[in-house]
């Protein structure tokens, strides 16, 4: 028996870095929505009790430091299932990018072992496991748009942003989440309007969102990675409605709601990066089948 089922990237409209919490982690505020960019994960039976993992991307760990992995061992510990899973990830999300895929994949993963080894769990069931493997995970198993708090996993559903096409652009560059919540200054830093960004979407206020896209962790990472900089300059000056660095980065992305001024964009950016793509919003959230 296999199941197909689509990973959605994520992007961060708003993201607010709170405090430092006495676990270590970052008390945050982040508006998520997914977008229409996706790895697909291919899941197969297996009577032997073992998760085997395939990808033919090099950048994609097949043992336990995958979070699908992660998703699959989490599963069986705790429901005693006796059977196995080959999960076969198909990247089309860019690795280490600030786009969520490999908590898209675990979610994913949850989503289609709770249906492939019958274990009838809810998507609230499974958002809370997913918390445990990683702060994104808990967003990418309900998908569509919301304003995340805690480290990510207290999650509130908001309506579908505005409709537009969003151009991502990611350098040929890795960037290490943990060095830029390091480095990040919670004294000196900008908070964004998080309300005005619910209330522009609760609007469908195109214009409003624009002007209300922050996030606190950019200053980090352009500091860090000028060639970040330059491809958020080069997307303001082709013509983008907003502009900004998704998660700790280093993907870019610009947002419009014409066709023509996304081909403008879009074409300019491919001589200047190594992955560029064009996507709609997806807005909706996962439903379980």
Not at 35 to 48: F, K, Y
Not at 55 to 80: C, G, I, T, W
Not at 255 to 263: A, K, L, N
Request: include cysteine.
């Amino acid at each position: 028996m296999k199941l197909l089922v689509k990973a959605p990237a994520k992007i961060n409209l708003s993201l607010d870095v709170l405090y430092k919490r006495p676990d270590g982690f970052h008390e945050v505020e982040m508006i998520m929505t997914t977008i229409d960019l996706a790895d697909r994960v291919e899941l197969t039976l297996l009577e032997q009790d073992k998760i085997h993992i395939l990808s033919h991307n090099r950048y994609v760990p097949d043992d336990q430091r995958n979070l699908a992995f992660q998703a699959a061992q989490l599963l069986k510990d705790r429901y005693q299932v006796k059977k196995g899973v080959q999960i076969t990830i198909e990247k089309t999300i860019p690795v280490a990018a600030g786009l969520a895929g490999g908590s898209s994949d675990a979610a994913a993963t949850l989503r289609g072992l709770n249906k492939l080894w019958g274990l009838g769990l809810t998507l609230d069931e499974l958002a809370e496991i997913g918390s445990e493997i990683g702060s994104d995970v808990s967003f990418c198993v309900y998908g569509g748009t919301a304003l995340a708090k805690g480290r990510g996993e207290m999650i509130t559903d908001l309506p579908a942003p505005p409709t537009c096409w969003v151009i991502l652009a990611k350098p040929f560059i890795g960037v290490s989440t943990a060095e830029v919540y390091r480095r990040l200054d919670l004294n000196g830093m900008k908070h964004p309007e998080i309300d005005e960004m619910v209330k522009a979407i609760k609007n469908n206020d195109y214009q409003s969102v624009c002007e209300n896209v922050g996030n606190v962790l950019e200053d980090v990472t352009l500091k860090l990675h000028p060639e970040v900089a330059q491809i958020k300059e080069q997307m303001k000056r082709f013509g983008a409605d907003a502009v900004l660095m998704s998660g700790s980065g280093p993907t870019v992305f610009g947002i419009v709601q014409h066709d023509s001024r996304m081909h403008r964009i879009y074409n300019g950016l491919r001589g200047f990066c190594d992955q560029v793509f064009a996507v709609r919003m997806l807005g909706e959230r996962h439903t379980l089948d």
